[in-house]
């Protein structure tokens, strides 16, 4: 059994899809992870149990409305690693 964060795979996919769009951004994968991990950092996390990749816990997909909170904060995270990268 494993507790996994459920938005970490949503977060990664919308931050690579968000990042591949900006011509101006880094394209590198530290850049890519330090974008992810900000969002996390700011994103209340979902957490559920999985058994080798199954999921146990019901969860709701992802709503609209959550989906532009991701991506509002991910956009965020993109403005600020474009100003600061760290390499
Ligand atoms: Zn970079």
């Known amino acids: 059994?494993?507790?996994k964060n459920y938005?970490?795979?949503e977060v990664l996919r919308l931050t690579e899809d968000l990042i591949r769009k900006d011509k101006d951004m880094c394209?590198?994968?530290k850049c890519k992870a330090d974008v992810a991990a900000y969002a996390l950092n700011h994103l209340q996390p979902?957490?559920?149990v999985s058994d080798e990749g199954h999921i146990f816990t019901e969860v709701e997909m992802s709503s609209d409305q959550e989906?532009?909170?991701i991506i509002s904060v991910i956009l965020e995270g993109i403005?600020?690693?474009k100003n600061?990268?760290?390499h």
């Open 1 to 3: 059994m494993e507790i």
């Open 7 to 9: 938005l970490e795979s």
């Open 27 to 29: 394209q590198c994968e």
């Open 46 to 48: 979902k957490y559920v």
């Open 67 to 69: 989906k532009a909170e």
């Open 79 to 81: 403005k600020l690693i």
């Open 84 to 86: 600061n990268p760290r």
